[in-house]
């Protein structure tokens, strides 16, 4: 394969290295620069933390807060953006934030998660069965995969399924030409989230949006428009975020074919493949800002109260202080010494595709389901898979916040 870079208007500081990885100049910054100021999409300048233990501390730090709709703070894009609302769960800081998360402890658990991969399965295997001979995997498993277990965990009717992915996409936009339709966008969506809400209110049933409506500590629920927030963040993430680490993923694994063959050799190393994916995929984007509530010492560098910061979950996902050969794509990476079975990451530093700290993310056990079964179902259904296009051509996203191939032509066998 030719060495031929992917570029991205998106990031300006940070373009991608070849094949989509990740940029080339994160090696410098690691090594000399770990707190040294990065362009934003919107075009403001902030600094940004790429190594693995400055952003760990960060993130778990009392003085990094989410709240950034003060007038006249950096932003990451310019116009309505997922910062902007404060009933996000995403946006709230303790104790607010510890409230929304008790409420909905018990929503997430593994035990609820596994009552949902049957049924994850069935689809990742009925729409590979269905796919052809040749086919765009984009198109025809990685976007429809997760948006329909997402519908259905949800009870949401997939035939809105193409309004919403509209919505999605637009709202995703960095594009500052864009600003104006992105904030329409964010507001049908929840004005959407509003309604389906209604509908289960009225018509109640035991889909997740019911566990939502139920979820309570003692006498507090979730408000209305917490609530709403919630069931909006759930079909973005659930069906955008997963879509992207399938994508990304087996663009990967094609091009290593000798892993994507062992992976079907022995389809009991696929969740160790899934945090690798995780690690050196995700999480699609460079993280979400904080602003600095105390004066804050990051990486020998004095940080003022009052700035706002990057940490940059997949620079530190590539520190080589903590990652053996980071840029390698290693589907054993995470195998555990004795086995090659069910658990992973054990053999290295946990990941940080998920973050880490308060704001972990809510969905993370939903997320590796997902993804376990998509790449359990690729490797097992088509264990000679193969591009039908030369991969270093392939066009990946460049005006939205998630960088991504746009599509990825690929032979069944």
């Given amino acids: 394969m030719s060495e031929q870079p992917a570029t991205s208007s998106t990031w ?19 090594a000399e620069a770990p707190a040294a100021p990065a362009t934003l999409p919107s075009g403001d300048r902030v600094p940004m933390i790429v ?4 952003v760990r501390s960060l993130l778990s730090s009392p003085a990094a807060s989410r709240d950034l709709r003060r007038p006249g703070l950096p932003r990451m894009v310019r116009g309505t953006f997922l910062d902007d609302d404060p009933a996000a769960l995403i946006n709230q800081d303790p104790p607010a934030h510890t409230r929304y998360r008790r409420i909905l402890h ?7 998660v596994e009552r949902w991969r049957p049924r994850a399965a069935a689809i990742a295997a009925g729409l590979l069965d269905a796919a052809g001979d040749e086919f765009d ?61 209604a509908r289960h209110r009225a018509e109640p049933g035991d889909d997740l949006i019911d566990l939502l409506i139920a979820a309570r500590d003692e006498d507090d629920r979730l408000s209305e428009d917490e609530l709403t927030n919630m069931v909006f963040t759930l079909i973005l993430a659930g069906h955008e975020t997963t ?12 091009c290593h074919p000798g892993q994507y063959g062992a992976l079907a050799a022995d389809p009991a190393m696929v969740d160790a493949a899934v945090e690798e994916i995780l690690r050196h995929e995700g999480p699609g984007g460079n993280g979400m800002l904080r602003r600095l509530t105390a004066d804050t010492e990051v ?36 195998a555990t010494s004795t086995s090659t079975s069910t658990t992973a990451a054990t053999a290295a530093a946990p990941h940080l595709a998920f973050g880490h700290g308060p704001h972990y993310c809510l969905g993370a056990n939903l997320a590796r389901m997902e993804l376990q079964e998509a790449f359990r179902a690729l490797v097992t259904r088509l264990p000679g898979l193969r591009p039908r296009e030369d991969l270093a051509g392939v ?7 998630v960088y991504r191939p746009r599509r990825l032509l690929v032979a069944a066998r």
Avoid: K
């Fill in 12 to 30: 300006p500081d940070l373009p991608p290295g070849p094949y989509g990885t990740p940029s080339p100049d994160l090696a410098r910054r690691h």
């Fill in 51 to 54: 190594r693995y233990g400055d």
């Fill in 106 to 112: 018990g929503t997430f658990t593994p035990r609820h």
């Fill in 137 to 197: 995997l984009v198109a025809a498993f990685a976007l429809p995969l997760p948006a329909r277990v997402i519908c259905e965990l949800l009870g949401v009717p997939m035939d809105r399924f193409e309004q919403f992915r509209g919505w999605t996409e637009t709202f995703l936009s960095t594009s500052e030409a864009g600003a104006e339709a992105r904030g329409a966008a964010y507001t049908a969506f929840l004005a959407y989230a509003g309604e389906l809400i």
């Fill in 243 to 254: 879509a992207s680490m399938i994508i990304r993923g087996t663009y990967r694994l094609l």
């Fill in 299 to 334: 990486a020998g560098t004095g940080i003022p109260a009052g700035a706002v910061v990057l940490p940059n979950l997949s620079a530190a996902n590539h520190d080589p202080e903590v990652f053996t050969d980071p840029q390698r794509f290693d589907v054993r990476r995470f």
């Fill in 395 to 401: 066009r990946w996203s460049d005006d939205g916040f």
